[in-house]
């Protein structure tokens, strides 16, 4: 079955460390976005990608990074200039031009700072 | 100004009861897509609905409905006779021509607690 896979399920980090997030997608989807989510809280956008080897920032892009070298994986990166980097992550994908379609998304990554 | 609104942060109720979600948009597009999503406490979205801006008709799904009325700019959900299993975050969203990058436009989310 088609879908998204993001590794792992619950992510611990030390304060100072980068840690990468894994988005894995098998749906053929051209475009891939990534969404933090804190506690009782809405979706925001750090990056997007729409084609391989190209992507762009969202409304939170400070501290992160991402790559788009394969358009099946679209990998996260939180750096050590991410000061409060505890908080759930989304990955989704969705077809490219195709507005009739919603996002799939993954099952998330629950990051901790200890 | 926001372009999806879900003016309910949180509604509580007892189960049974029924429950209705607000979701009022703001686009230019005359062709555009609504999206219903259920966030249970896993975490993961979970799609319920889609509608298209030329389709009024109210739809039902079981204890789920949706009333989307383009004259006030809403596409409202219902929960019927709710249940424990119905507790979850439920977030609605717009997808739009103008949209940069493809990108869905979410509201803040509204948080269902159906107590037993």
């Known amino acids: 079955d088609g879908g998204i896979t993001q590794s792992p399920k619950y992510l611990f980090r030390k304060e100072g460390q980068n840690v990468t997030l894994s988005c894995e997608q098998n749906?053929?989807?051209?475009?891939m976005y990534w969404y933090r989510q804190d506690p009782g809280q809405g979706l925001r956008l750090i990056y997007y990608?729409?084609?391989?080897?190209?992507?762009q920032k969202g409304d939170i892009a400070e501290g992160y990074s991402v790559s788009r070298e394969k358009k099946e994986s679209f990998p996260l990166t939180v750096t050590s200039a991410q000061k409060n980097p505890t908080a759930f992550y989304l990955c989704?994908?969705?077809?490219?031009?195709?507005?009739?379609?919603?996002?799939?998304f993954g099952s998330g990554t629950r990051l901790t700072v200890v | 100004a926001q372009k999806v609104t879900q003016a309910q942060t949180e509604i509580s109720v007892v189960e049974k009861e029924d429950v209705t979600l607000d979701c009022v948009y703001e686009?230019?597009?005359?062709?555009?897509?609504l999206f219903w999503y259920k966030q249970p406490p896993s975490g993961e979205l979970v799609f319920l609905i889609r509608?298209?801006?030329?389709?009024?008709q109210n739809e039902i799904s079981g204890r789920y409905s949706w009333n989307f009325q383009k004259s006030t700019s809403s596409f409202n959900f219902t929960i019927t006779a709710s249940q424990v299993v119905d507790s979850a975050v439920y977030f609605c969203?717009?997808?739009?021509?103008?949209?940069?990058?493809?990108?869905?436009?979410f509201g803040g989310g509204t948080r269902v607690l159906v107590k037993p």
């Open positions: 989704a994908s969705r077809p490219e031009g195709q507005r009739r379609y919603g996002y799939t």
């Open positions: 749906l053929n989807h051209d475009a």
């Open positions: 990608s729409q084609i391989v080897n190209d992507f």
């Open positions: 686009t230019r597009d005359t062709t555009y897509y």
């Open positions: 509608r298209n801006s030329f389709d009024e």
């Open positions: 969203a717009l997808s739009e021509a103008q949209a940069a990058g493809n990108k869905l436009t």
